[in-house]
């Protein structure tokens, strides 16, 4: 085999090595789904992520081609005042679990690309530290809407 050919050979297995490693296979999604505001006001997604590995993962952001802006947020209410920060990043520990529920963490979703309306489902893509990724379906539901049930 030509030096060239076999280079490109390894580059290739490369490549797919490290697609294959980007996939978080040891996190699991379920219950997702984005209360849906009035206009233009960001929406609020949640979920529930499982971590099946020994080791804890740390949920670091998200993307969707579906909105312009995804950022991860706490809301709390302390002596009758309600309050929301921002943060950098969400551990999950080891055979554990975080969950994104309404009043707690969330993913903010801001700058929709087109209307979203309940009933339609938007892929998000989580981001974690180790590199990995999830691709989650979350489906819309109204403003009125207390969890994922239809």
């Known amino acids: 085999m030509k030096p060239h050919t076999l280079s490109v050979l390894l580059a290739g297995l490369l490549l797919a090595g490290g697609v294959h490693a980007t996939s978080a296979e040891h996190i699991h999604a379920s219950h997702a789904w984005i209360r849906m505001l009035p206009g233009n006001l960001p929406a609020g997604a949640y979920v529930t992520l499982e971590n099946d590995s020994d080791q804890p993962v740390t949920l670091k952001g998200a993307s969707s081609a579906a909105y312009g802006e995804v ?6 209410n302390e002596g009758g005042i309600s309050r929301m920060a921002m943060l950098d990043s969400l551990a999950i520990p080891a055979h554990g679990k975080a969950l ?5 963490y969330h993913l ?3 700058k ?5 309306k309940p009933g339609d ?7 974690f530290t180790d590199g990995s990724t999830l691709v989650t379906d979350f489906i ?3 403003a009125n809407a207390v969890d994922d049930s239809h």
Not at 100 to 104: F, K, V, Y
């Open 140 to 142: 819309a539901r109204p």
């Open 108 to 110: 903010m979703l801001m």
């Open 121 to 127: 489902t938007v892929s998000l893509t989580l981001r």
């Open 100 to 104: 994104l529920a309404p009043a707690s």
């Open 112 to 116: 929709a690309a087109a209307p979203v």
């Open 71 to 76: 950022m991860l947020h706490q809301s709390s």
